[in-house]
């Protein structure tokens, strides 16, 4: 079964950079590196062969993983977004109601996710327990060190 992950154009477009790179630039580089160990004799002890071979299996998974995310994709219009309560490409401050530390974070799909660049999945324990909230709100949320608390400061596009 598929899941609709919903991005923004720039993301979608970082995605089928990625997949174009994928199929024209590393597959056929595996392929000549298959083709080199293959060239060298004895293909049950060639480790070269089997290296290159698994590497092959990893990169045909990764691509086909992609092509699914890919047409399983959605462009969303951030500008017929609601931004009265958090969703999917809110940026949001948020407090921690213990240490009164603030964090700004923009809520994007998985394969967008950069938590140093304050890019944070929507599937995470603290994205889902942001998602609609609103202004004010506390949000109680389990993460893995136990219960946290965030006050909702802001929320924009």
Do not use: C, W
């Amino acid at each position: 079964m598929s899941n609709i992950s919903y991005y923004s154009e720039e993301g979608l477009k970082k995605l089928k950079e990625e997949l174009l790179h994928l199929e024209q630039v590393e597959r056929p580089r595996v392929t000549q590196e298959i083709a080199d160990a293959r060239d060298k004799g004895d293909l049950s002890e060639n480790a070269e062969y089997h290296a290159a071979k698994e590497e092959q299996s990893h990169l045909e998974t990764k691509i086909a993983k992609l092509k699914n995310v890919i047409a399983n994709a959605r462009i969303i219009d951030e500008s017929q977004l609601d931004t009265s309560k958090i969703l999917i490409h809110s940026k949001v401050k948020i407090k921690n109601v213990a240490s009164g530390m603030s964090f700004q974070y923009t809520l994007v799909a998985d394969s967008e996710t950069d938590v140093r660049n304050g890019k944070l999945s929507v599937n995470s324990p603290i994205g889902k327990g942001l998602l609609g909230k609103q202004v004010g709100d506390i949000a109680e949320i389990q993460v893995p060190n136990g219960l946290m608390s965030f006050e909702i400061i802001e929320i924009s596009r």
